[in-house]
């Protein structure tokens, strides 16, 4: 499905890109992302394509702002057969419940559920109105970060199941993970749109690479012409080799990959390496990265061995270093 | 500790203060010659009926113009705001006056209407007019406070699960204001049913419990009115009561 809105007020805002599956329109806070929702939603005065001019009560989409908003007056099956008439809505709103696996709770107030469960009660709601497009408003914001993933991977799954095109709008490289598509949102313009495996493998800007939520993006000036380029990083006031096409005194965003540092033993010094002390170790699920303090600037690296407080030669490898004009 | 006993020492106090009428009340009352002037039930009806039609009227107006005026913006608001602060600032004698050069005899609407047929001065419909004048400000006050309470993406929620904006109101807006609502309608209660200046001058006649007190006192002295005030507390009591307890239950 092909979104085209413009907004005027309070902010202006327009916005051209195609739903498929569920897709996650990526941008940081502040861009109106939760506005182009109330825009489609019929909830903001807005011109576009679909729905335009209707008003909210006839245009076929479920919507589900942040925080998930149940009626507090209604029990959860009351939510859900909220959009439903005639003498089977409270036998149709069970069949939802049971989709989203809460017919056990029908019974229970908004008040008694937990971040997770309100927020299927809420998708239960919007799906039971057999809408032609889901709208979803920061679906993480609400939820418990123990359960998050698992509650996040049910509600794509569900989506996926009743196959209605969803549009979810997050700042949270988390969601985008779970993305069939990606819709990336930088100063209020549409920068790059694919998939989350195309969109990882080549951000078309730092902007786009901070969205995604990579670490080690930082800002720099090219020095230099093609074969004794440097990179100046003014931040940890050094400058590195490195290889572009850009032109002598471009500003750039740059990036490395944590896993591209390496640690430099032994009296041979190459040209690029710098110094740095460590900061903080971090250690999670997900691996083990070094907090390193370059100047001003703080590198991430994935140091396995290293202490706290001591200093240590780093080299970025000019291959691994991305750089975007600013 | 000692900071807390001291605000409960205040608030004693001002319970004391509070009560000290009504003990004066219990005091002054004649128990052994206990009796009612005459007129005394029919002043009773007349209160209660008529407060209960004027408070039909207040609650089926007032209501969609709070709604309204929670719910919307629009340049020139501040002399809604004014014009609802006007009718509570104006004293009740100015105010049963001002009726008075309205709907009065020979006031502009009030001879229009009278050839229409309907009276407003000492008649039913009068009683009814000044306690609706008293009381639908405060109302308006209070009801508009009870919708501006109501989350208004709830209201945008339930227009997006395909209600049109009249069902939203009765199911999402009115519930959710319904504790709000329900001070609104108390207070409107004993307002219209306490008021004496407006009804005064408008409508003397057919007599309500304000003006009946009035008239005992002057034509027999304190111990016709003391019994009335009695019933009145009596008939009046129950509804504002009855929701205020409702609403503290609910917010418990």
Known sequence: ?326 | MSRSRFAAGLAALALLLLAAPFAGLVLATDWRHFGFAHGDGGAVAVSLGLSLVALGLIVALGTPLAWWLARHRVRGQWLVDALLLLALLTPPLAMGLLLAAMYGPYGPAGSLLERAGLVLTNSAPAFVMAQFYAALPYYVLAARAAFESVPRELEQIALTLGHSPARCFFRVSLPLAKLGLAAAVALAWVRALGEFGVVLIVAYYPQGIPVKLWTNLQDIGLSAVYPLLWVFFLVALPLPLALGLAVRRRLA
């Open chain 1, 1 to 326: 499905m092909r979104i085209d809105y413009r907004i005027a007020r309070p902010i202006e805002l327009s916005a051209s890109f195609e739903v498929e599956g569920f897709t996650v329109l990526l941008g940081a806070s502040g861009e109106g992302k939760s506005l182009l929702l109330r825009a489609i939603a019929g909830l903001l005065p807005a011109q576009g394509e679909p729905y335009g001019g209707l008003p909210p009560q006839r245009r076929a989409v479920g919507y589900l702002p942040q925080g998930h908003t149940l009626f507090p007056h209604l029990r959860a099956w009351q939510n859900v057969a909220f959009a439903l008439s005639g003498p089977h809505r409270r036998d149709e709103a069970m069949t939802w419940l049971q989709r989203v696996g809460l017919a056990d709770l029908a019974e229970r107030w908004p008040a008694q559920l937990s971040g997770g469960q309100q927020q299927r009660v809420a998708l239960a709601r919007a799906l039971a109105r057999r809408p032609q497009l889901l709208l979803l408003d920061e679906p993480t914001s609400a939820l418990d970060p123990a359960t998050r993933d698992d509650v996040l991977a049910e509600l794509v799954a569900e989506v996926h199941a009743v196959g209605i095109p969803t549009l979810a709008v997050s700042h949270d490289p988390a969601l985008a993970a779970m993305a069939d598509r990606l819709v990336l949102m930088h100063g209020r313009r549409i920068v790059q749109t694919g998939r989350p495996l195309d969109v990882h493998a080549q951000p078309a800007s730092g902007a786009v690479a901070r969205l995604l939520g990579l670490r080690n993006v930082f800002r720099g000036r090219l020095a230099g012409t093609a074969g004794s380029q440097h990179l100046i990083w003014p931040e940890a006031g050094v400058s590195l080799p490195v290889k572009t096409t850009l032109a002598d005194g471009t500003a750039v965003d740059w990036h490395i990959a944590p896993e591209a540092i390496r640690l430099q033993h032994g009296g041979t010094v190459p040209a690029g390496t710098i110094m740095a002390g460590v900061e903080l170790p971090q250690r999670s699920a997900y691996g083990q990265y070094a907090g390193l303090r370059c100047g001003q600037a703080r590198l991430w690296a994935d140091l396995s061995s290293c202490h706290a407080a001591e200093t240590v030669r780093l080299s970025l490898p000019w291959p691994s270093i991305r750089c975007w004009p600013a």
